[in-house]
């Protein structure tokens, strides 16, 4: 005959100040799950045990530019690493998940915009200038003073061109669903400047302004220029947020370009205009 053993098959019960009866079985695994609930909330909030990790996470930047319309935010990566420097259209939002993306493999990054502006030629001096305050601000977060990229979003593309002709700092350029601004700032002319850097263009296939630019750039480029295409119809930071290949190949693209040796001429034989 089988006989219940009482020191296992009867429920823990601790007896109360009140005389009633506490199931303790059920108090632990209440605990227990208490603590996972408390260790998911802890992992999805970036916090670690009683304190909170910011590493990697955007704040503001200041860039010394006077206009109260510049939104600018920053990641520092590791000492002498490489950094990229986002010229976004209308606001840096899509832009904040890509600086801690970056983050994670070293590379420091700077993202900024006039909210609720693109780039247009009227204001063509103001980016300049805001371009010069970004590159320098990079090799003040420790970035490597010749291993940089510049990445432009919509409007910004034929600028990010630009930038890559004048500032020997610019190893590579990428542009996000590029539109034109008009001449002179037409990418598929700007990017005929470009000597020593490559270009990667980035379109959704149902965006079919930019995915038609693409094309004309690509063509006109006198160096290395690659296209990459990806389903939908999302453009510039968006697209790469919530493609998340889209975003792997592009840092994929840029590691290769960062970490290659650059010959010790190159300086010499890019296009410098001071």
């Known amino acids: 005959m089988n006989r219940a053993r009482p020191d296992r098959d009867a429920p823990c019960l601790l007896k109360q100040a009140d005389g009633s009866k506490l199931n303790c ?27 909170r990790s910011d590493a990697g996470r955007p704040k503001p930047a200041d860039l010394g530019i006077a206009d109260a ?36 493999r070293g590379w420091s990054g700077i ?4 909210r609720g502006e693109g780039f247009n030629p009227d204001n063509a001096s103001f980016w300049e200038g805001a371009a ?10 420790g970035a490597a003073a010749h291993n940089i990229a510049v990445l432009g979003e919509g409007s910004f593309g034929a600028f990010a ?20 601004a008009g001449k002179p ?14 270009t990667l263009v980035i379109t959704a296939e149902n965006d079919l302004l930019s995915d038609t630019l693409a094309g004309r750039i690509k063509q006109a480029a006198p160096v ?18 919530s493609n998340l290949r889209a ?19 190159a300086e010499n034989s890019r296009n410098v205009d001071n």
């Open 111 to 114: 993202v900024l915009c006039r």
């Open 161 to 180: 061109l630009s930038v890559a002709v004048r500032a020997p700092a610019v190893q590579a350029v990428v542009l996000a669903s590029p539109l034109s």
């Open 132 to 141: 010069q305050a970004a590159i320098r601000r990079m090799e003040q977060l």
């Open 69 to 104: 319309k510049v939104q600018a935010f920053e990641t520092a990566g590791r000492p002498g690493g490489p950094g990229v420097i986002v010229f976004a259209e209308e606001t840096p939002d899509s832009w904040l998940p890509l600086l801690s993306r970056w983050t994670a």
């Open 247 to 265: 975003a792997q190949e592009m840092e994929d693209w840029l590691a290769a370009i960062f970490d290659a040796p650059m010959p010790p001429d």
């Open 25 to 51: 079985c059920d108090l632990a695994t209440a605990f227990r799950i208490a603590c996972l609930l408390v260790t998911v909330w802890a992992l999805l909030s970036g916090s670690a045990g009683c304190g």
């Open 185 to 198: 700032w037409n990418p598929e002319e700007v990017i005929s400047g470009i000597r020593d850097c490559p």
């Open 224 to 241: 290395f220029s690659e296209w990459r295409r990806y389903q939908g119809s999302s453009r510039g930071g968006h697209l790469l947020t």
